[in-house]
C-alpha cells in the first residue's frame, strides 16, 4: 500500500512513518518544517520512504503527491502544548482550516480520478474538551457542550469535514483521537513563546518534557500547573503510530473514528512525582501549584473499547517504559541547549 503523510516531520508522524515502513507499506511525506525548521529522522533514507518538502495548503502539491497513492493521511496541522494553543488562538483555528480543506479538495479530486481509497484524519482528544461522561466513549463529541478552545472546535470542524465528504462525495474516511502522546523527536517550536514555570522556562509546553526538564535543572519545589489532579492518559507514541496503521489496514475501519490510547489514567501530579523519583532518588518529592491556563481540562478519559474490539488495539506500553525512553532524550536536549 501507498500512503501520503502530511505533517511528516511531526511529533507523531515520526512514529506512524516508521511504524508503517516497518510493515512494508511506501510513505510519501509532505511537510513545510514550519514548526521546528529542518528536521531528520532514521528512515530519512529509507527506500520507500519519499520526502516532499511543501506546505499543506498548498493542493497542486497535494494532488501531485496523491496521484498513485492508495491512502491519505491528514496529519498537517498548527499544533503545540498548552501555552500554544492560548497564544495562537486565532491562528490555530485560521490556519488550520485552511489545511483542513487543501486537504479534502485534493483527496477528492484523487479519489474521483485516481486510485486514492481513503482519508484518515488526525483529530484530538480536545474534541472532548468539555464532555461530562467519564470513560468518554466515540460519539459524545456529538453529544457534549462544544469545546471552548479554539484549538479543540478546530479538531471537531476536521471531523465535521470527513462525514460532510463522505455525505456528499462518498470519500471514505477514518478518524483517530491521539490521547496525550508521550515519546521522543519533539523539539521547541520555532514560535513558542518564552514562559516560565517557577524560575525555569517551559520546555515545549508538554507536560511530560516539562517536568523532565525541570527537574534536570534542579527546581525544588517543582512547579505544576494548576492543581495537579488534572487525569490524563498518556499515550506512547510507539503505540499510537501502531493503532493509526491497523486504522489503514482495516476495512473496520472505514467510516469510523477511534479513540486512541492507553486504558490507564494517572494525574499529573502523579506523573510528577514519577520523575522525579527516577531523577532524584531519595530525595522528598515537593512541589508549588501555580496558576493553570483557561484551557486547563480537568478530566480527559476515554473509553477505549471500540478501538478493542474493531481493531484489536491496545496501547500497551507502561508509563516506566515510556520514562526509560524519554528522560535521556529530553536529558540529551538539556546538554545541549535546546531545551
Not at 486537504?103 to 477528492?108: C, K, Q, S, T
Not at 477505549?304 to 532524550?329: Q, Y
Request: charged residues 20%.
Amino acid at each position: 500500500m501507498k500512503l501520503c503523510v502530511t505533517g511528516s516531520a511531526g511529533f507523531i508522524a515520526g512514529y506512524l512513518i516508521a511504524e508503517l515502513l516497518a510493515a512494508e507499506h511506501e510513505v510519501v511525506g509532505v511537510d513545510n518544517f514550519s514548526k521546528y525548521g529542518p528536521v531528520t529522522r532514521s528512515y530519512d533514507t529509507h527506500p520507500r520512504y519519499t520526502l516532499v518538502q511543501g506546505d499543506a495548503k498548498d493542493v497542486d502539491l497535494l494532488k501531485e503527491n496523491l496521484a498513485d497513492c492508495d491512502m491519505f493521511v491528514a496529519g498537517a496541522a498548527r499544533i503545540g502544548g498548552i501555552t500554544y494553543f492560548h497564544t495562537f488562538a486565532y491562528d490555530l483555528l485560521a490556519e488550520n482550516e485552511r489545511i483542513v480543506a487543501a486537504a479534502f479538495d485534493a483527496a477528492l479530486w484523487a479519489h474521483r480520478h485516481r486510485r486514492l481509497q481513503r482519508i484518515l484524519v488526525v483529530s484530538s482528544s480536545m474534541v472532548f474538551e468539555s464532555a461530562e461522561v467519564f470513560p468518554t466513549p466515540e460519539g459524545a463529541q456529538l453529544t457534549s457542550p462544544p469545546p471552548r478552545s479554539t484549538y479543540g472546535f478546530q479538531k471537531l470542524a476536521c471531523e465535521y469535514f470527513a462525514r460532510g465528504a463522505w455525505e456528499q462525495y462518498r470519500l471514505p474516511y477514518t478518524i483517530v483521537r491521539p490521547f496525550n502522546c508521550v515519546g521522543i523527536g519533539e523539539g521547541r517550536a520555532l514560535s513558542d513563546e518564552h514562559v516560565l514555570s517557577g524560575n525555569i522556562a517551559l520546555a515545549m509546553s508538554h507536560v511530560l518534557p516539562d517536568l523532565i526538564a525541570k527537574v534536570l535543572k534542579g527546581q525544588d519545589p517543582l512547579h505544576l500547573l494548576g492543581s495537579g489532579d488534572q487525569v490524563r492518559h498518556y499515550t506512547y507514541g510507539g503505540d499510537l503510530g501502531r493503532g493509526i496503521r491497523l486504522c489503514l489496514e482495516s476495512p473496520r475501519a472505514v467510516n469510523e473514528d477511534f479513540n486512541l490510547s492507553t486504558a490507564v489514567g494517572m494525574t499529573v501530579r502523579e506523573l510528577a512525582e514519577a520523575v522525579w523519583t527516577r531523577l532524584r532518588p531519595g530525595v522528598p518529592f515537593r512541589y508549588v501549584s501555580d496558576e493553570p491556563f483557561p484551557y486547563d481540562v480537568q478530566r480527559r478519559v476515554p473509553d477505549v473499547s471500540k478501538a478493542r474490539a474493531l481493531l484489536g488495539f491496545e496501547a500497551t506500553t507502561p508509563i516506566g517504559t515510556v520514562l526509560d525512553e524519554v528522560i535521556p532524550w529530553i536529558a540529551q536536549q538539556v546538554r545541549t541547549g535546546r531545551i
